[in-house]
């Protein structure tokens, strides 16, 4: 071999050499994007059930309808009656019983739980929470800033002023509760909450998206829209002058502000970018509080606060550009514990060091699939007065408030709560009686709500039935009531007469499950949490 034919051969060999070491560098930076999804979350406060576009068509969601539309809807889907209840799930994966936050509205989530945040950030995630917390902020370890949120912007407790963001103390103040991560957030008072949030969170994808593009997040948004007080600009409401309730009115106006601030939220995640790879969830935290709340949760039962449907059947769907099915209606049984273990296998991370009460729903969400969840607790509170006496003496004592659902049917025991049917303000009442109240859900066609069918006579006779069962309701003589979901979506056919060995099966279920049940978290209001004492600002007061 010539001289120069060895010299064309080492540059060869030297070629193929750097060739071989640089691989690893160019691979790595091809691959450097994370295959896994952004997650975000909307939680929205005392929606009403049918307030929403696609249930109900006097107040206009067009973003959310839409949003809805190129995703999955879910029209079996159930959270909590009350907002620490639902929002201690969402975090925690487990029911209340399991938590010690069975009774009232106690916010404090035992620090001994991971949440749902921990197991994302731990899996790598860059973590935010922005809106309501309300579960928890007796020591600065309860705030999200120590419960897995690398950032958060929220107010600490249940409710407040939609203005000044700031909430009184036994008749004195108001108190700022309003804070970040670092301290106090000042300087905001005059912003309308809905628009705030909106453009905190959006402010934050954009952070994101400079500083940590090959990153993926979680942004767990809980708007305060539509607790009370009913508080919203005027411009909000121009498109509902014709509701004479001015309650209503107020209301629809919030529901606007809302539907205003999502759309809002995912242009910007569609101009960041960010769409294609994201799973995008909306949910509502429980029933509307109709009258004075303004809102309405027909054509369901109850409301917030109640056992009965209106209390707990939510609002909810789930797109993105990570989800594979689009305009479906999805009827499989899903309970927002189901949020839990879904998000952390999105986001690959590991269940070490939970007790789960909630499945990983993803398949049956975006593929299709059966859920793996047959029973949903609905709560045990046995602290709540009791009514009547035992039906049973061998089982679970039905003077016990609490319900469940097993497939199809639903039992509820003990005081259940408001149990009113109440129309939407504004509606004429022949339209609505003009629904035939026990087929409005047609769950087994996968159509969700039919207006269209129906008749005014058996909406009558249903509705002096339950005219009926209230008066026994106030009387005492009443504990156990007994549904065909599936059927009777609206709870107007009470079988438990009919089917007494369906009653004693299901009762037994809660024996079981009561079983399970740590001891209630009692707290009582502790004067040192008077804010005049922490500089007029809400936050914790036993550091």
């Known amino acids: 071999m010539n001289c120069q034919a060895k010299s064309c051969l080492q540059l060869a060999v030297i070629w193929h050499i750097s060739l071989l070491m640089l691989l690893p560098v160019l691979v790595s930076s091809v691959a450097v994007r994370d295959p896994r999804p ?9 929606y009403g059930y ?13 973003h959310l309808d839409d949003l809805c539309s190129s995703g999955v809807r879910l029209e079996n889907y159930y959270v909590q009656p009350i907002c620490v209840p639902t929002r201690s799930q969402l975090m925690s994966g487990m029911y209340q019983i ?16 991971p949440t749902v945040a921990d197991k994302i950030k731990e899996a ?19 705030m999200p800033s120590y419960r897995g949120f690398d950032t958060m912007f929220c107010f600490l407790d249940g409710h407040e002023s939609y203005y000044e963001h700031a909430r009184s103390y036994r008749g004195k103040g108001p108190y700022l509760d309003l804070r970040t991560e670092k301290g106090p957030a000042f300087n905001y008072s005059g912003i309308y909450s809905a628009n705030m949030y909106t453009e905190r969170a959006i402010n934050m994808l954009k952070n994101h998206a400079s500083s940590q593009p090959d990153t993926p997040l979680f942004l767990y948004l809980a708007y305060q829209s539509v607790h009370t007080p009913l508080q919203v600009p005027d411009h909000y409401m121009k498109n509902y002058k014709h509701i004479k309730d001015i309650n209503r009115r107020k209301y629809a106006g919030m529901v606007a502000a809302l539907d205003e601030g999502v759309g809002n939220l995912t242009e910007a995640l569609k101009s960041l970018g960010m769409w ?3 799973v995008f969830i909306f949910s509502s935290d429980n029933g509307g509080h109709n009258r004075n709340g303004g809102a309405s949760n027909w054509p369901l039962r109850g409301k917030k606060g109640t056992l009965w449907e209106g209390g707990m059947r939510a609002n909810g769907f789930v797109t993105g550009g990570r989800v594979e099915r689009s305009g479906v209606i999805s009827n499989e049984l899903i309970h927002v514990s189901d949020w ?32 793996p969840r047959e029973v949903i607790l609905h709560n045990i509170d046995i602290l709540r007065p009791r009514l009547g006496q035992p039906i049973f003496n061998s089982t679970f004592d039905s003077s016990i408030r609490a319900a469940i659902r097993v497939g199809d049917y639903k039992l509820i025991t003990g005081d259940c709560g408001d149990d009113e049917w109440v129309p939407p303000p504004g509606v004429r009442e022949r339209s609505l009686h003009s629904v035939n109240a026990a087929h409005l859900l047609e769950t087994r066609n996968n159509r969700g709500i039919n207006m269209a069918n129906g008749n005014s006579k058996s909406f009558a006779r249903a509705q002096k039935k339950i005219e009926r069962g209230s008066q026994h309701i106030r009387e005492g003589k009443k504990n156990v009531w007994l549904f065909n979901i599936r059927e009777d979506p ?9 089917e007494p060995e369906r009653v004693r099966q299901m009762l037994d279920h809660l024996l079981v499950f009561n079983k399970t049940a740590v001891p209630p978290i009692k707290l009582h209001r502790d004067p040192r949490s008077n804010p005049a004492l922490h500089g007029n600002v809400w936050g914790p007061w036993l550091d």
Do not use: C
């Not at 790598?124 to 309860?142: A, C, D, I, P, Q």
């Open 98 to 113: 399991h938590t010690g936050l069975q009774h009232s509205n106690t916010p404090l989530l035992p620090l001994n739980i």
């Open 490 to 498: 609206t709870e107007h056919h009470d079988l438990s007469d009919k």
């Open 38 to 46: 952004n997650i975000v979350f909307v939680l929205a406060d005392d």
């Open 276 to 278: 294609d790879n994201t």
């Open 340 to 371: 839990f273990p879904t998000l952390v296998g999105l986001a690959k991370g590991n269940l070490n060091g939970t007790k789960l009460d909630g499945y990983d729903q993803w398949n049956t969400i975006n593929k299709g699939t059966a859920s």
């Open 50 to 62: 049918y307030d929403i576009g696609y249930h109900g068509k006097q107040i206009k969601t067009p």
């Open 124 to 142: 790598g995630y860059s973590t935010h929470m922005v809106g309501k917390w309300h579960l928890g902020f007796r020591r600065k370890e309860n």
